[in-house]
């Protein structure tokens, strides 16, 4: 038993001596660099100065577009549709790049309910969104609200649809 582990010892360590011979990296031969041959080049031709080119006048500053009108509100109620935070946050960025602008939140409701009722909700709706834009860092004295109740309709009334885009505050810049 001692002479098998011996020569299994031994078969193994002359194995690994071969397969470490086998691993070496061969050296990889370099071929010849190719012969460039001479051939006769025509003498260059100095270019023509050319007159600087005139500096071309700054573009002017892109003008905010101040007209959003994708704020969109709960049923019978001034709370913001979360789909709407993406928009506020544009408008409060634009309305951050003049800080003497000012702006006019125009609430809207959809014709459910009395009229009265959707006039103070078109109010509610109007300061939720200038809440939203104060916190934001937008300044208080450039934003307006005011509640239209439920006229001045973007869509039909009759449909859910139509009333949910009724359901609004728009964000205009005043002249």
Known sequence: MKYIRLNFSLLLIVAALITLQACKAKKLVQKPAPVVT????????????QPAPAPA????????????????FEFNSG????????????????????????????????AEGTAAH????????ANAV???LLNSGVNADN??????????PVADNTTEDGRILNRRVEISKQN
């Open 143 to 152: 934003i307006t609200a005011q509640g239209y109740g439920e006229s001045n």
């Open 79 to 110: 709370v913001l549709k979360t789909s709407s935070y993406p928009a506020l946050d544009n408008a409060a960025a634009q309305m951050k790049i003049d800080p003497s602008a000012k702006f006019m939140l125009k609430g809207y409701a959809s």
């Open 38 to 49: 001479e051939t006769e080049k025509p003498a260059p031709v100095a270019p023509t100065p």
């Open 57 to 72: 006048a700054p573009a002017p500053a892109p003008q905010p577009d101040y007209n959003f009108t994708n704020i969109q």
């Open 130 to 132: 200038k809440a939203y």
């Open 118 to 125: 959707n006039m103070e909700l078109s109010v509610d709706r």
